[in-house]
């Protein structure tokens, strides 16, 4: 379970985040191409759109732990649903990218770094913790999307609607006008 202060310590800091997300998204390619050159050959020359995507899925992922305990038990919209967003998209890594299971310790390493290295001194202990908390929960269930899904066309087209972010550079002007 996520902490109200592991909450509160990952919004906080992704306002931070925010506007400097192209940066931010940037450093986060670099550092993982540093760590492991044998995935530059995953994506294209472009990285616009990749980095775009990953901007996306992280403000999905923030946007997410605001969710109430009470509508636990009310029906989820599939492009609401992180659970279903994060098992397409590791079912899309294994089948469309054979990212290996090292490889999620790998990106979570690079985003790590990357918030340090972005955020500086407000990447207190408390922060990674609460990151590192919730990176690992991400990529366990995206690790759980190896099996089968039901619904796996619907929850690909979720996904495809989460991360098809409307300003074109992965953070909606809403999150950067509730950043500021």
Request: proline share 3%; glycine share 6%; net charge neutral.
């Amino acid at each position: 379970m996520i902490t109200d202060d592991e909450k509160a310590a990952i919004k906080d800091s992704w306002r931070l985040v925010v506007p400097i997300a192209d940066t931010a998204a940037d450093l986060f390619y670099k550092r993982l191409f540093e760590l492991r050159p044998e995935y530059r050959r995953l994506f294209s020359d472009d990285m616009k759109v990749q980095k775009r995507k990953l901007l996306a899925m992280l403000a999905f992922i923030v946007k997410s732990l605001d969710w109430p305990e009470s509508a636990w038990r009310e029906t989820v919209a599939e492009e609401d649903d992180l659970c279903l967003i994060l098992l397409a998209l590791g079912r899309r890594h294994t089948d469309l990218y054979r990212v290996p299971d090292a490889g999620y310790e790998v990106v979570g390493e690079a985003l790590l770094w990357t918030l340090d290295y972005g955020l500086g001194k407000k990447f207190d202990a408390r922060t990674r913790g609460a990151w590192t908390h919730v990176y690992q929960l991400v990529s366990l269930t995206m690790k759980m999307g190896r099996l089968s899904v039901p619904g796996a066309t619907r929850a690909d087209d979720a996904l495809g609607r989460v991360i098809a972010a409307p300003d074109g550079n992965g953070v909606s002007e809403a999150a950067r006008r509730e950043a500021r």
